[in-house]
């Protein structure tokens, strides 16, 4: 089951995404939307809103000691923002500059290689974060303009782009493979059918 | 590396109003305002000299805003800032982009320069969003070029009374399109105006091929859901915010209850105490030139 954290942003385009790939989503807006999800998904939106709203929702601790037990995490767009030093749920090491290339006339689409797929993909950037930093030990997915716009760093998924407004990219593929390996070790994991395996199931 | 050219500005376009989804919209009148509607968690600031219930109360001709308010908003908040110019007014529209706003409103809140053509959206490289009561405005915008659609409701007025009528109009007519034959479209397309091509894409999508927020008269978070409620990507507060007794709790409400629309025990908590809304007009006490939704076509 995939979450994706539903306060703000483009929701609907993640879920349709994973939809697609036969993913099962779930959206998560409150602390017990969090019981039993394998993976969460951090869309696109402002990040200052979110930030806000997942406050208000308390939300911020269930889903920290969820991403501690090694949950995967994707965050897009705002969802890096997030997931930087100085945001919510901080990765060690990440350094983001919000809305660092301009506002929106400076939005753009580029193509560009990824260490996931050997053929160019379409890489959407709106007003998007840059990566300054990465967390020690990062593997790069992705560069453009000399900047790391796609990572992989233990759980984590980050992509400064929009891999969900675009009908072919490797991303949506990759990050529920993590989904399901880690469902497939927390299953494995369950001795018989014990209820305490698989809280809120 | 290279940039895609102008087919995929569309996709960028249409795409930061996704973005804003699930969001509000705050009409802005000074820096000040600007940084408490972003602490509040607006999702772009929407700059103005007069906001709507003054632009009403002012009468004469209303404009585009001084780029010297929109500049100093822009300086205040990392947020996207947005920025009306009147309906076929494409000089203001290229003023707006040279100053690099991150959203257009091309808005019957303001005076129209234009009785019979709305600008050419299509030409420029921000994006447009555009107000429409029903399914023909809405697709003749979205022909012309906006990125973005908002119901019009009857901005200034603290009523959401036509808000809802033109959401529900819009909502209406999308179900009846998707109900017809493929060989019924063009029929429907000439009886409300709107070109086929759009309405064909849309009857394909099931929806519209953009966000579409409500605006005109939101006052209350319930206001908020309601509309929301009734297939509202997003919405638009314009005096409901700044007019109030206490503008950075409402604000925080309104944006708690779009948030939570479908959660009435939430909404119910962050309607509390928040002091007088703006003062309402009745809707049916206006004089058809104090109408603001009627202009444009």
């Known amino acids: 089951m995939v979450g994706i954290l539903a306060l703000q942003g483009d929701v609907a385009e993640h879920a349709a995404c994973m939809s697609r790939l036969g993913g099962a989503v779930r959206e998560v807006r409150t602390p017990r939307d969090c019981?039993?999800?394998?993976?969460?998904?951090?869309?696109?939106?402002?990040?200052?809103?979110?930030?806000?709203?997942?406050?208000?929702?308390?939300?911020?601790e269930p889903v920290r000691g969820l991403l501690a037990q090694g949950m995967p995490v994707w965050g897009t767009c705002a969802g890096v923002v997030?997931?930087?030093?100085?945001?919510?749920?901080?990765?060690?090491?990440?350094?983001?500059?919000?809305?660092?290339?301009?506002?929106?006339?400076?939005?753009?689409?580029?193509?560009?290689?990824?260490?996931?797929?050997?053929?160019e993909t379409e890489l959407v950037f709106i007003r998007a974060p840059r990566i300054l930093e990465a967390p020690a030990g990062a593997r790069v997915l992705c560069r453009a303009g000399g900047d790391i716009t796609a990572l992989r760093w233990e759980a984590v998924l980050l992509t400064t782009f929009h891999p969900e407004l675009v009908e072919q990219s490797p991303f949506p593929g990759h990050f529920l493979d993590m989904v399901r390996s880690r469902a497939g070790i927390r299953s494995s994991s369950c001795r018989g059918p014990s209820a305490a395996c698989r809280p809120g199931s | 590396m290279h940039e895609v050219k102008d087919k995929e500005r569309g996709l960028v376009n249409r795409?930061?109003?996704?973005?804003?989804?699930?969001?509000?919209?705050?009409?802005?009148?000074?820096?000040?305002?600007?940084?408490?509607?972003?602490?509040?968690?607006?999702?772009?600031?929407?700059?103005?000299?007069?906001?709507?219930?003054?632009?009403?109360?002012?009468?004469?001709?209303?404009?585009?805003?001084?780029?010297?308010?929109?500049?100093?908003?822009?300086?205040?908040?990392?947020?996207?800032?947005?920025?009306?110019?009147?309906?076929?007014?494409?000089?203001?529209?290229?003023?707006?982009?040279?100053?690099?706003?991150?959203?257009?409103?091309?808005?019957?809140?303001?005076?129209?320069?234009?009785e019979e053509h709305h600008i050419d959206k299509r030409q420029f490289r921000v994006p447009f969003v555009c107000g429409c009561r029903d399914l023909g405005e809405a697709a003749r915008r979205i022909a012309e070029g906006a990125s973005m659609i908002r119901t019009k409701g009857e901005a200034g007025t603290g009523?959401?009374?036509?808000?809802?009528?033109?959401?529900?109009?819009?909502?209406?007519?999308?179900?009846?399109?998707?109900s017809l034959r493929a060989d019924e479209a063009a029929a429907f397309a000439r009886q409300i105006g709107a070109p086929l091509d759009v309405l064909l894409e849309i009857r394909e999508l099931g929806a519209l091929p953009v966000v579409n927020f409500a605006a005109g008269g939101i006052a209350t978070p319930a206001?908020?859901?309601?509309?929301?409620?009734?297939?509202?990507?997003?919405?638009?507060?314009?005096?409901?915010?700044?007019?109030?007794?206490?503008?950075?709790?409402?604000?925080?409400?309104?944006?708690?209850?779009?948030a939570h629309c479908d959660d009435p025990a939430w909404v119910a908590r962050v309607s509390e105490d928040l002091g007088e809304a703006m003062p309402g007009l009745e809707v049916r006490t206006l004089q058809e030139a104090q109408r603001l939704a009627g202009r444009g076509w």
């Not at chain 1, 394998?38 to 911020?60: F, K, N, Q, V, Y």
Request: hydrophobic content about 45%; charged content about 25%; some cysteine.
């Open chain 2, 15 to 114: 795409g930061l109003a996704r973005m804003l989804k699930g969001g509000v919209i705050m009409d802005v009148t000074t820096p000040e305002q600007a940084r408490i509607a972003e602490e509040s968690g607006a999702v772009a600031v929407m700059a103005l000299e007069r906001i709507p219930a003054d632009i009403r109360q002012l009468g004469g001709v209303a404009r585009m805003s001084d780029p010297g308010v929109i500049r100093a908003i822009q300086q205040a908040v990392s947020i996207p800032v947005m920025a009306k110019v009147r309906i076929g007014h494409f000089v203001e529209a290229r003023v707006l982009e040279a100053l690099h706003v991150d959203y257009i409103d091309e808005s019957e809140v303001l005076t129209p320069a234009d």
């Open chain 1, 82 to 119: 997030l997931l930087a030093e100085d945001g919510v749920w901080p990765c060690p090491g990440l350094k983001v500059e919000r809305n660092a290339y301009g506002p929106q006339p400076f939005s753009s689409v580029v193509r560009a290689e990824t260490g996931l797929h050997e053929v």
């Open chain 1, 35 to 60: 019981d039993g999800i394998d993976g969460l998904i951090l869309p696109g939106g402002e990040s200052t809103a979110m930030r806000r709203l997942i406050a208000s929702a308390g939300l911020r």
């Open chain 2, 223 to 258: 206001d908020a859901a309601l509309m929301m409620q009734l297939g509202a990507d997003g919405v638009f507060v314009g005096s409901g915010i700044f007019k109030s007794a206490d503008p950075a709790r409402r604000a925080r409400a309104v944006v708690e209850a779009v």
């Open chain 2, 159 to 178: 009523n959401v009374v036509e808000a809802v009528r033109h959401m529900r109009v819009l909502m209406r007519q999308i179900r009846e399109l998707c």
